[in-house]
């Protein structure tokens, strides 16, 4: 009597070709869910902000409130001729900050735009200063931001582009500012503020902008920056002369 052949194992299930793209799909959807929770947490944040306190002033039309929602924490950033800069080189001005970074394929280009249409307003007033932090400065070294800023047409020793630790950075944006910074996502985005921030004199936070408009607009945001700070401007000040 012959022996029976031996039994093969099965084969292995057939992969469906369709499932490299499903996985792709599934994770292009929780990158996008990440990105959506972030932006609304920013939402969030200067919903609370707009709507200011019982003393705000009421800005121009299409603007926010103008009120005081607490002072500037100390920092020490970088600039981008490797020199320290923070707090204290600000004392006595008035000054506008933004949050961006150099390969955002986002709003930033639009942001840096806006301030340069508010800088060239306002470029006559002496007390008057620009701010910019990088939220991506593993890659925006001193060198990559002056590089940026020369492109970018913002290059001014009024402009002050800064990087440091990303801890620092991340501090000045939620406590200072009450905005997020993300970490950064797979195809190299970084979730970030994407408003204009003025401050008075004495180191006092009393405006948000959003940028989401046409910068050029005369009811933008650059047009609502520039009122702003002319007010401020005329407000009297109780701080110390800025550090040279």
């Known amino acids: 009597m012959s022996e ?101 394929s986002g709003p930033c280009p639009v942001m840096t735009q806006g301030m340069r249409t508010i800088f060239q307003s306002l470029q006559t007033k002496p007390d008057v200063e620009f701010v910019t932090v990088t939220v991506d400065p593993d890659h925006d070294t001193p060198a990559v931001l002056d590089h940026y800023a020369k492109a970018s047409g913002a290059d001014n020793p009024r402009w002050h582009w800064l990087t440091g630790e990303k801890q620092a950075i991340h501090d000045l944006a939620s406590k200072s500012f009450f905005s997020i910074v993300g970490d950064k996502l797979p195809d190299g985005q970084v979730v970030h503020s994407t408003r204009f921030f003025v401050v008075d004199r004495d180191a006092q936070l009393r405006m948000v902008h959003d940028t989401t408009t046409n910068p050029e607009s005369d009811n933008g945001p650059a047009r609502g920056v520039i009122e702003t700070v002319k007010t401020l401007l005329a407000e009297p000040s109780h701080a110390e002369p800025a550090k040279k």
């Open 4 to 104: 029976a052949p031996p039994q093969l194992p099965p084969p292995p299930p057939r992969r469906s070709p369709v499932a490299p793209i499903v996985l792709g799909l599934a994770i292009t959807l929780l990158i996008g869910v990440a990105i959506k929770r972030g932006l609304s947490g920013v939402d969030r944040v200067a919903q609370r902000i707009n709507q200011g306190n019982d003393d705000a002033q009421t800005g121009r039309p299409g603007t926010n409130k103008l009120a005081r929602f607490g002072e500037v924490a100390d920092f020490t950033l970088t600039d981008k001729e490797r020199r320290p800069f923070g707090l204290a080189n600000l004392r006595g001005k008035v000054w506008v900050l933004d949050f961006v970074f150099t390969s955002c």
